[in-house]
């Protein structure tokens, strides 16, 4: 298993460029995630899809849209870049056991500057 | 909303002895509380969690106990070593897209 992939590794945009994130699970998971990680900081999460058809924003989600492609794909799409937004972003899965949550698998990031 | 703090930020030690990271949070509806390792350059990795009905949980050389009158929990590293070191994050979660994470600590295992 592969877990949870991310592409692109790395990125540099221009501010007002645009870029898709892309995240996949091949764990058969039924939530996803986006965070962003800034230095000294903790994980932010951007958007979160609970499930298949479902998206929902989290602490910090403007300049941000997401689309849970199907129960594998979740995207994060930045429509005009700002260098507020340089960062590592972490794509992360979970499964939930009836009423129980658990673990958050994460992708290995993408760090993205933009100029 | 879920408010968690995480102390202390930096952490140094020397190779053999124990390392304590506390985390405190302020919603009393949190009921699953885990703890990840990220080494540099490398994504987060759960080493330990504990939900609200249990008072302590051990796992080898790693312990995190939870104190829900006190609304903080902790993590316990015995006889660190070198490879012990890296950024922890606490996270308080209830649900779903619920989870709050820790600034994180950094720790040191001297030699």
């Known amino acids: 298993n592969a877990g949870v992939t991310q592409t692109p590794k790395f990125q540099v945009l221009k501010t007002g460029q645009s870029m898709t994130l892309q995240c996949a699970q091949d764990m058969n998971h039924n939530s996803m995630y986006w965070y962003r990680q800034d230095p000294g900081m903790g994980l932010r999460l951007i958007y979160y899809?609970?499930?298949?058809?479902?998206?929902d924003k989290g602490e910090v989600p403007n300049g941000y849209n997401v689309s849970r492609l199907n129960k594998r794909e979740f995207s994060l799409r930045l429509e005009s870049a700002a260098p507020s937004q340089t960062s590592v972003y972490f794509c992360a899965s979970s499964e939930r056991q009836g009423s129980s949550y658990n673990e958050q698998f994460f992708g290995p990031g993408t760090r993205l500057t933009v100029l | 909303g879920e408010n968690v703090e995480q102390h202390p930020s930096t952490l140094s030690v020397q190779e053999g002895d124990s390392a304590v990271i506390k985390c405190t949070y302020s919603?009393?509806?949190?009921?699953?509380f885990p703890w990840y390792k990220q080494e540099l350059g490398k994504r987060p990795q759960l080493i330990i969690d504990i939900r609200s009905n249990v008072g302590e949980k051990k796992d080898q050389r790693i312990a995190v106990t939870l104190n829900k009158t006190a609304k903080h929990f902790s993590l316990h590293i015995t006889e660190t070593q070198p490879e012990d070191s890296a950024v922890y994050f606490c996270?308080?979660?209830?649900?779903?897209?619920?989870?709050?994470f820790g600034d994180g600590t950094t720790l040191t295992v001297k030699p």
């Open positions: 996270a308080a979660s209830m649900g779903v897209g619920k989870s709050t």
């Open positions: 919603d009393s509806a949190s009921n699953y």
């Open positions: 899809s609970a499930s298949e058809g479902t998206t």
